[in-house]
């Protein structure tokens, strides 16, 4: 089946940065959308970016320019490459695929990665 796998995470001291991976496997008709969420305690998910396989990419209003994403088709492997990181940035990060699996391709499902923690100390 489909999986979505992200690393990258890890503990870093504000202003600095850090480079979120997300692969994407199995049995995959069109991947459609890869968008990076992430969700710190008590509060709910969030957008950060996402990617269509054109490139049009979007952006949370509170990335500012200091994030960004982008793939390596070949590998379908998604990034989110974060600088200049606050504590506010402190969650934890999910990878959402939107998939038209080999086994139903006349829709879209979504897949969710098991996230990976990011967290900024001050």
């Known amino acids: 089946q489909v999986q979505v796998v992200e690393s990258g995470g890890g503990l870093v001291q504000a202003g600095g940065s850090l480079r979120l991976s997300c692969a994407v496997s199995?049995?995959?008709?069109?991947?459609?959308?890869v968008g990076w969420y992430r969700q710190a305690p008590g509060k709910q998910r969030e957008l950060v970016a996402d990617i269509i396989p054109a490139g049009a990419i979007n952006y949370a209003d509170f990335v500012k320019g200091r994030f960004t994403i982008s793939r390596d088709n070949a590998k379908n492997t998604f990034y989110l490459q974060m600088n200049s990181l606050h504590p506010e940035d402190t969650a934890v990060y999910y990878c959402?695929?939107?998939?038209?699996?080999?086994?139903?391709?006349?829709?879209?499902?979504?897949?969710w990665g098991q996230g990976t923690q990011v967290t900024v100390s001050t």
């Open positions: 959402n695929a939107r998939v038209r699996p080999l086994t139903d391709p006349l829709s879209d499902n979504d897949y």
């Open positions: 199995g049995s995959i008709f069109s991947l459609n959308r």
